[in-house]
């Protein structure tokens, strides 16, 4: 057998370089390989000499290897080429289809947001709908689009090329709009979205709502929204009432919440759902996201991290936590943030410095059996509801439940735009003697009162028990707010640094509370740990009388109960103030007096400004007087051991 029979030879391509990898091999066998210049006759017949000596043949036998080489050489030369032709006609057909794509695109209106998010109001069927350019159901347009046009497919880089040039339009060429979720306009003119298949909107202002096929804003729809049952006109809130399980006292700060949420602007305040199993709390919230926010997942599981709370909200219009069992600090404080308004930031995926800023403002519900917001700054944005047991007798499947509540929802969410409609009517005309917190949201529902048939101030009454109640709440979850709050109790007055007042709370109790104390994680262990909790719950303590002040001279702070700072100055007239000269001649001072029909201490004074009805020493429990100086303030002293007490504000 002819041992040329045997070999054959690979040449790798090398483009315009002279130097070529040549294989040579052997039955299949890599014989041997060399980097030379095919074209060179020198270089070709010292290969084939390496090869002859490899395998141990005469060189003559090889002659014809050289003629392998160059056919070889060739071959790669075309196979180049042919690979380099494929591609340039690969790239001039996916630039003219992407050409093609953003010529289909002119029949769309480019526009961006605030944030510069392109988006593309484009013609589907006999409406238009606005897509966020980039996003896979535009790239479905896009594709659909084509396809219908010419009955081919676009490729991958034709699309990813077209929409590159359609987000430059867009942001540059577009024009500004304000895009929403779900619920979008003014106070005086409310547009929703109602996210059905034609794309419809209700708009509301002060004559009432009607059903637009084109939005006069621009909504954009994320993964999950349910439309909202079509409205129809004449329902009442008294239909809805039988299918929440509430008390009575309840009632107007539901309808409140519902009100609240189709505004589409804040704060909004935060529902707290509490009842023992069996209360219908999952059912309530599932039925008022219902009216506002139709979702897949209507009740979501409490989030890992803030990330993920605000990716809910920035795809859904209401935020709605299921089966809450403990709200942390930083769960807390994202919820509060939520409620009246605050960024998020973080590093935008696939960029080393671009920052993904998301600024929401939502309608929140949380449902739990325990109390849930207990930290002060929550409660004080929160209605706290308790759902009452249901009785045996009165519960109902699950599946009578809705298909009960189906036939009327469209009936139930007309009677919410008709409360909507009165809040914008009445609303400049409505003002409230005192405004609470979450004042807007209060005056707002106020505004709507005459139209759901209740009294005047009939929310506001609620909402302040509600208030009230929340506020006691935030006091008992704190063990440092009920340990001052029993502490000043006994002394009525105490002013010092936050270091002194810590002293003095760890030296109160017994001794099982001492020791609660120490292993409770929450009791401060330095004062600057004391006074930011004292600032937290200052406004609490100051609602049931326990004023705090902060910012005194030497960075003290005073503690100081309303019952000691309205009492009564009463000065002696001129026929009696003898008999008292005389009534308590030999002491340095007069004691305080009490008037003998309420019990209600007063101070009396000497001719040189000396006032009692301070309260007692702490050491000898002897009488404490006070004289006024010139800058407010009284110094008080012992009228029986002499010994200084701390100054305070004169009353």
């Keep these: 057998m002819n041992v040329m029979d045997e070999l054959s030879v690979d040449v790798a391509p090398a483009g315009r370089r002279p130097q070529r990898l040549v294989i040579v091999s052997r039955c299949g066998m890599e014989l041997h390989r060399d980097n030379l210049d095919t074209n060179s006759g020198i270089s070709r017949d010292r290969l084939v000499r390496a090869v002859s000596k490899r395998i141990g043949v005469n060189v003559d036998s090889l002659a014809a290897l050289d003629g392998l080489i160059v056919d070889a050489a060739d071959k790669a030369d075309a196979d180049l080429e042919a690979k380099v032709d494929g591609e340039r006609r690969d790239d001039r057909e996916a630039r003219s289809q992407a050409s093609q794509l953003v010529e289909l695109c002119q029949c769309a209106e480019l526009i961006h947001d605030s944030e510069n998010v392109p988006f593309a109001v484009v013609p589907v069927g006999d409406h ?24 081919k497919t676009p490729s991958s ?55 637009v096929d084109d939005s006069p804003i621009r909504f954009r729809r994320a993964r999950g929204m349910l439309n909202l049952p079509m409205p129809v006109k004449g329902g009442t809130f008294a239909d809805l009432r039988k299918y929440v399980n509430v008390a009575e006292e309840h009632w107007p700060l539901i309808v409140g919440w519902l ?24 059912t309530t919230a599932k039925l008022l996201r219902c009216l506002i926010d139709p979702n897949v997942a209507s009740l979501r599981s409490p989030p890992r991290e803030e990330r993920d709370l605000v990716v809910a909200a920035n795809n859904g219009w209401a935020v709605s936590l299921e089966n809450v069992s403990h709200v942390s600090d930083w769960l807390s404080d994202a919820l509060c943030r939520l409620s009246t308004g605050g960024g998020y930031s973080a590093r935008e995926l696939y960029s080393d410095g671009d920052e993904a800023i998301f600024n929401s403002q939502r309608p929140v519900m949380l449902n739990g059996i325990e109390d849930l917001a207990t930290r002060s700054d929550l409660v004080d944005r929160s209605l706290l509801i308790t759902l009452p ?17 189906d036939r009327i929802s469209g009936s139930m969410f007309g009677a919410l735009l ?9 609303l400049n ?37 509600n208030r009230r109640g929340a506020n006691e709440l935030a006091i008992e979850s704190s063990i440092v707010a009920e340990a001052v709050k029993d502490f000043v109790q006994d ?49 609490n303590l100051r609602r049931i009388g326990l004023d705090v002040q902060f910012d005194l001279p030497r960075r003290e702070l005073r503690i100081r109960s309303e019952a000691f700072s309205i009492v009564t100055i009463v000065q002696p007239c001129a026929e009696n103030e003898s008999a008292g000269m005389e009534a308590n001649a030999g002491s340095d001072a007069l004691p305080g007096a009490h008037d003998a029909h309420d019990g209600i201490p007063t101070q009396s004074s000497d001719r040189n400004g000396a006032q009692g009805g301070f309260g007692s020493c702490e050491h000898c429990r002897g009488d404490l007087i006070g004289t006024k100086t010139d800058d407010g303030f009284f110094n008080r002293q012992c009228s029986k051991c002499g010994k200084d007490a701390r100054c305070v504000r004169a009353g």
């Design 157 to 211: 880089q034709a699309i990813q090329d077209a929409i590159s040039a359609l987000e430059g339009a867009a942001v540059f060429d577009g024009h500004l709009l304000d895009v929403r979720l779900r619920v979008g306009g003014e106070l005086d003119r409310i547009i929703i979205d109602l996210c059905n298949a034609s794309w419809q909107a209700v708009v509301i202002d002060r004559n009432g709502w009607r059903i």
């Design 259 to 282: 009100l609240a949420a189709l505004r589409p602007v804040g704060p909004y305040p935060v529902l707290c759902l509490h009842g023992e199993q069996g209360s219908a709390k999952s």
């Design 389 to 405: 047991t249901i009785q045996e007798s009165k519960r109902m499947t699950e599946a009578n439940y809705w298909r009960n509540f």
């Design 418 to 426: 008709d409360a909507v409609s009165a809040s914008i009517r009445n």
């Design 491 to 539: 002394r009525q007055d105490w002013q010092g640094t936050a270091t002194e007042l810590l002293f003095e709370l760890n030296q109160c109790g017994d001794d099982a509370t001492k020791r609660q104390r120490e292993r409770n994680r929450d009791w401060p262990k330095q004062g600057r740990s004391l006074a930011g909790k004292l600032r937290r719950h200052a406004p």
């Design 128 to 151: 238009r709908e606005t897509l966020r350019i980039g996003s896979k159901i535009f790239r479905r347009w896009l594709s659909h689009a084509y396809y219908s046009q010419g009955g």
């Design 429 to 465: 005309s409505t003002s409230l003697e005192s405004l609470p917190r979450m004042a807007d949201f209060a005056v707002w529902v106020t505004a709507a009162e005459t139209s759901l048939g209740w009294r005047p101030g009939y929310f506001l009454q609620a909402y302040e028990r």
